[in-house]
């Protein structure tokens, strides 16, 4: 059986923090490997370390947190030298920290605390995302980019026009920048509708997914890179409460003893951005006149359930519903869903 060397990075958009853990005759042992450059030099380099410091047999176990965009390219490296890559949550790794007494935080010391939770906690290996699928989530945030950056442009056009002496070359300018980002705008949405013709798999997946009740365009295609995203982290194996889970909308629930007694809440500990898309579609999708959806918020209502909480399991149904239509590759089906959630 091949020995595990996990080693923590730390990312940065111009660094990587590097620590590695080995068993030893006297226990688990943090080695610093230094600090390398977050470019193709610095990933040759840091193989070239990891080489030295590991037997031939070792197998090699990254394990980091997702930083944005920055940790992509060394994924993508690791991936092409067939190491193991990890990307537990960052509040689970720093709650765990915390559990083992740890308080100081520095680049140096988070890259020791990662090889540490990899060894002890052995999280399971991330599988790539598909190149398409890859290339589709890039798309989208860069939609998404183009969205935010238009918005900004025309709140600031429509508070310069309210002035009472704007200046003309500035409103010209401002007016300039939105059309070039309207244009910007809409040949990424053209891209994005190109790429799903070219990637029918994907496009059968998006007329799936748009059959399950409160899900609508502006969340469909995001929802289906967080399906395929954790259909990877799984290794095709996950289920349902672990997906809700990874999307933060699992409750948690606080009481100890006969005193303590607070009121249940979600763990907010996934993505953020899927969870809000989710619950603006429970917010719409409630509205609907009769739909499985409508029948089960309503349920719920009649239930005495707060609004609030009705709508975040509402969210977590939409969830639920949309794995099973991306997982049993079947259409919506809406009398065995309202059967099942009466």
């Not at 309210?162 to 949405?189: C, G, N, T």
């Amino acid at each position: 059986m091949k020995s595990v060397a996990y080693i923590g990075v730390d990312v940065s958009s111009r660094t990587l923090d590097v620590a590695m853990c080995k068993d030893t005759a006297s226990g688990p042992a943090i080695t610093e490997l230094g600090q390398f450059a977050n470019t193709p030099a610095g990933f040759r380099k840091l193989k070239r370390h990891l080489q030295k410091a590991c037997s031939s047999e070792a197998t090699h176990h990254l394990v980091l947190e997702p930083t944005g965009s920055y940790h992509l390219a060394l994924v993508a490296f690791a991936n092409d030298q067939e190491w193991r890559v990890s990307l537990p949550n960052p509040q689970t790794v720093r709650e765990w920290v915390k559990g083992q007494g740890k308080r100081a935080k520095t680049d140096r010391i988070d890259a020791g605390h990662l090889a540490r939770f990899g060894a002890k906690e052995e999280p399971a290996p991330q599988e790539p995302l598909p190149p398409e699928v890859e290339e589709l989530d890039e798309l989208l945030h860069r939609q998404e980019d183009l969205e935010k950056m238009l918005l900004q442009e025309r709140n600031r056009l429509h508070s310069l026009e309210r002035r009472p002496r704007p200046s003309k070359p500035v409103i010209r300018s401002v007016k300039k920048s939105i059309q070039s980002l309207e244009r910007a705008l809409e040949e990424v949405k053209r891209a994005i509708k190109e790429h799903l013709g070219r990637h029918p798999q994907l496009k059968h997946d998006y007329r799936l997914l748009l059959q399950v009740p409160g899900i609508g365009e502006k969340t469909v295609l995001p929802l289906l890179v967080f399906l395929h995203r954790w259909q990877c982290r799984t290794g095709g194996q996950g289920d349902a409460k672990g997906l809700a889970a990874f999307a933060g909308l699992d409750p948690v629930a606080h009481t100890s003893g006969d005193s303590v007694r607070k009121r249940s809440a979600i763990s907010k500990m996934g993505d953020a951005d899927i969870r809000r898309r989710l619950f603006l579609c429970a917010l719409g999708g409630t509205k609907a006149k009769n739909t499985p959806l409508t029948q089960f918020y309503r349920r719920l209502i009649g239930r005495h359930k707060p609004a609030m909480v009705a709508l975040i399991a509402t969210a977590r149904k939409i969830l639920v519903w949309a794995f099973a239509v991306f997982t049993y590759q079947q259409p919506f089906d809406a009398q065995l869903a309202s059967a099942r959630s009466s």
